[in-house]
């Protein structure tokens, strides 16, 4: 069975830091692209980061750019989310997805995997 499974959310102040995990289980995620996206109430599901098979191309949207760090262990099957200086408008449910690579890496649709999604919540 195929399946993605976040951990690493919860409550930080601003400017604080969290990692975020997305292990797979039934599959092998090197051969994978894993994209980040994640969702505020009220708003549409946005993507963050991005990182090809064979972690050829690594991107990311720009509001996180220079404070996120994406990052994948083979070992382990988990790619990572290193979340540095957060900021209030952070706050959301952070998922992972999964798939061949993309050029439109940003579009849900691209993904046909997804995780279950992990909350994380940036306030003081």
């Known amino acids: 069975q195929v399946q993605l499974v976040e951990s690493g959310g919860g409550l930080v102040q601003p400017g604080g830091s969290l990692r975020l995990s997305c292990a797979a289980s039934?599959?092998?995620?090197?051969?994978?692209?894993i994209g980040w996206f994640r969702q505020a109430p009220g708003k549409e599901r946005e993507g963050v980061s991005y990182?090809?098979?064979?972690?050829?191309?690594?991107d990311y949207a720009d509001s996180v750019k220079g404070r996120f760090t994406i990052s994948r262990d083979h070992a382990k099957n988990t790619v990572y989310l290193q979340m540095n200086s957060l900021k209030p408008e952070d706050t959301a449910v952070y998922y992972c997805?999964?798939?061949?690579?993309?050029?439109?890496?940003?579009?849900?649709?691209?993904?046909?995997?997804w995780g279950q999604g992990t909350q994380v919540t940036v306030s003081s």
């Open positions: 997805a999964a798939n061949f690579d993309s050029h439109y890496w940003w579009i849900p649709d691209e993904y046909n995997y």
């Open positions: 039934g599959f092998t995620l090197d051969y994978y692209a």
């Open positions: 990182i090809s098979s064979g972690d050829v191309r690594i």
